[in-house]
């Protein structure tokens, strides 16, 4: 089965909406604009039930099939946020807000699923209860655990929960997954540093924060190259570094190091937490300062359950004609969160040879709006078929 016909017949129509939203990119919980625009379209679809204010500004659409035998409830989600950076691909449907970009393809995301539930609305062919939720803040809020702290799950029944993102690099079309972990967890890690700061000159007389910071970069490396078993996956990088003084002939009393922990499983996340603090610990001990770490722990892995990953591979070869085995990558996905609360699946598509997620060139690729709204619409006949 390829392409939905209806869906292939709405091709202009979702790809103005998706260009609309990319022209008014809203940053975390701030998308009042688009989710406006989500519950106006969904009640406009016909959909049973359209629910604002779930997880602060996201928004919950209901659609039931012709019948419900089962009692079957699946859910599809779509991020609506951008990024807090300027564009600068000059296209005529470019970002009108300065300092605001829809730079990781999240407007074609909510575009897809909007498609797809008008499809849904019009055909009802199946035998249950489809969910499509519309999750703000996924860029560094983590919208889909307030979603979840909402009572996203249990409010609405939702079962099984899936969700797409575009690739970049892949050919433009292909779809990809794997079962298992296929994105990391986020952490990040902050550690200020107090020595005793004095006068270049003098070294003997002070407690050297910059020798410090400079051992303890170099010491963090060797967690991952030492401590950690090198077949599980993991990064741990200094991002960020700066002293209390921008003097040559001073030495500053204090400092601080910031960056992010990338693993794809608890045991290694749990490892390294531990370990990065010994070694700062240990390390500034030594000079004779003091350390305070803050370890902070972003999203979890996102982690793919075997069965509803079997049925997204089979729905994706449906409308496209294969599916590939996706790599287990480092970049993070707060959908992990809704994967922790139901079995579900996150899946892949190829955006072609664009520039990369968070760049300032950036646009998601309109031709594959079919395909993308063709696999929501088929995940949900397929898991749940018309009785």
Partial sequence: MPIKNRLAEMHGEITAWRRDIHEHP???????????????????????????GIGRTGVVGVIRGKTDTRGRVIGLRADMDALPMQEQTGLEHASKTPGAMHACGHDGHTAMVLGAAKYLAETRNFDGTAVVIFQPAEEGGNGAEAMCKDGLMDRFGIQEVYAMHNVPGLPTGQFAIRSGPLLAAADEFDIHLEGRGGHAAKPQETVDTTVMLSQIIVALQTIVSRNADPILQAVLSVTSVETSSNAFNVIPQSARLRGTVRTHSNEMRELIEQRL??????IVATFGGNAEVTYSRGVPVTVNAAEPTAHAAEAAIAVGGSCDEAPMVMGGEDFSFMLEERPGAFIILGNGHSAGLHHPEYDFNDEIIPLGCSWFAEMVERRMPAA
């Fill in 26 to 52: 809203e940053i975390l919980y701030d998308t009042h604009r688009t989710s406006a625009l989500v519950a106006e379209k969904l009640a406009a679809f016909g959909c049973d039930q359209v629910v604002t």
């Fill in 277 to 282: 603090g010994e070694v700062v610990q240990g």
